[in-house]
């Protein structure tokens, strides 16, 4: 009876001991800096012992790898998913936890950009449980120095295959007309995980080298706003040349005279958008007529899609015949402007193939007067608005004003 008894507290004190000796190991991923690092980078851990991985802002994993392959999941291995944290979070951060089952080494990394120059892996954010000490095969310094390799490999890769040189070779003619203009480059398909505020999603695009982040300013988008013309009767976009980001909003303020916003393409810069079929696939206001005495202007929304080059011009002509086109009322969004293709090219090949008469009637092709276009060409119409046009406007519509 007192053996049993004793065999009791026994039994009891060595799991209170057991319970009381496990250690809780506080991993920190990323910080608000938007460094790329666990801190710290690598501990030693007994069996039974946890490790909490606490989520900071970006968006980072914790993802078990191996020494052979620092910045590949290793099958089966754990995983906590990418997880996502809004630059103004200072508590509750996500956390996740992985108990100690034995003294062998336990590798992990970062998974966004995986495979991609942007790898946080390949910039060196690893982790290890139960290392090799330094100067040892498997240390942890020689996992890093592993992981960083592979960074470089990625890096190099990708300005081999996509430097602007490299993207813009050869040349080819204009769509119409006999000028030569720089062939377009073939774009970069790329899959990339997307964080904004507290959303996060994957998302996959045509790159072009030079093209702005995918990664929208906020959920929102910002708004860009473009004069179309002027009272003094300016042929001009205004800004004529924009960055912006996926879920931006481009706003298009219709001055005096009677102008639009057309999409066109590089090749065609006075021609609206065409698919491979012929058929008009590009955005298009349709002529907004401006009375000259007009204070408040009718309005008209494009959503930018992706980080693609958009290219638009005025289809207005003046009564010598004249395009406003080729007059270099031409609009860029996202042009690439260390490439050949980028916007004065544009603005110059517009003048080039549409600045006489003859040119511009081979050039004009035919397109209705309407706000409508296909979501596949990079960008999206918003409805148009015409707030409050003032009286002058209202009979301006009844003719085109030139």
Known sequence: MFFSSAAARLSFGLALVSSVAAKVYDIQVGDANGSLTYSPEAIFADVGDQVVFHFHQKNHTATQSSFAAPCSPLAGGFDSGFMPVAANVTDNFPTFTVT???TKPLWFHCEQGANTAASHCGKGMVFAVNCGPDGSANSFSAFKQ???QIGQELQAAAA?????????TGSTTAAYGTATIPAEPSPIVVTETVTVETS???TVYSSYIGSPEATPSSLSGNVHKVVVGGSNGELTFTPANISAAPRDIISFEFHQKNHTATQSSFAAPCVRLKDASGNAIGLDSGFMPVGANATEFPIWNVTVNDTAPLWFYCRQHLPTGASHCGAGMVFAVNAVEDSPRNFSAFKGLAQQLNGTVSNNTQATGSSSGSGSGSGTNGAAVGKA?????SLGALFAAVVMLL
């Open 100 to 102: 100690v089952k034995d």
């Open 146 to 148: 592993a992981a960083l």
């Open 160 to 168: 081999s295959a996509s430097s602007v040189e490299a993207q813009y």
């Open 200 to 202: 996060s999603w994957v």
């Open 385 to 389: 608005s015409s707030a409050a046009l």
